[in-house]
């Protein structure tokens, strides 16, 4: 995980302890036990002023990790719908300034009337026509890689 991501968990942590124990209830305790186990452990969090009069002394990333648990668990229901709405229409907007349709239905081949050129869907029947070279592996080769993979992931 980034330094960025457990230097803000830091900052939040530090945050959360400031709330009122109502307020801190409702914060998902395996939320917290994630951040808590991934914060930095080197890092000095400076905030010398809560409430925060100035924000912007927060990491991109802190007031982000706010938001989220602002909305998913502190937010009242009417608030929480008006998020809601808020962000289908940005999304209804990006998706029509990019010309995405990730709501069709159907699968790639029964949907003709997509709006590709006939250019890329050449270069899509060409790709799809390319050999693809499948390698096997005996079972004990993919334990031994399985195996491997845990072990790196672990030290």
């Excluded at 990333?61 to 009242?76: F, G, H, N, S, V």
Aim: proline share 3%; aromatic share 10%.
């Amino acid at each position: 995980m980034e330094e960025q991501y457990r230097q803000a968990f830091a900052e939040v942590l530090y945050i959360i302890d400031t709330l009122n124990s109502n307020n801190k209830a409702k914060i998902s305790k395996k939320f917290l036990d994630f951040m808590e186990r991934n914060k930095s452990s080197n890092y000095i969090v400076n905030l010398p002023e809560l409430p925060l009069e100035n924000p912007s002394k927060l990491k991109k990333q802190t007031k982000t990790i706010l938001a989220l648990i602002y909305r998913e668990y502190l937010c009242d229901d009417s608030k929480k719908e008006e998020f809601i709405k808020r962000d289908e229409e940005e999304l209804k907007m990006i998706m029509e300034k990019y010309s995405v349709d990730i709501f069709s239905k159907g699968n790639a081949n029964s949907n003709k009337d997509n709006s590709l050129s006939k250019k890329n869907q050449q270069i899509s029947s060409k790709i799809s026509e390319l050999p693809i070279p499948v390698k096997k592996h005996s079972l004990w080769e993919k334990l031994k890689s399985f195996f491997g993979k845990l072990v790196k992931h672990r030290g």
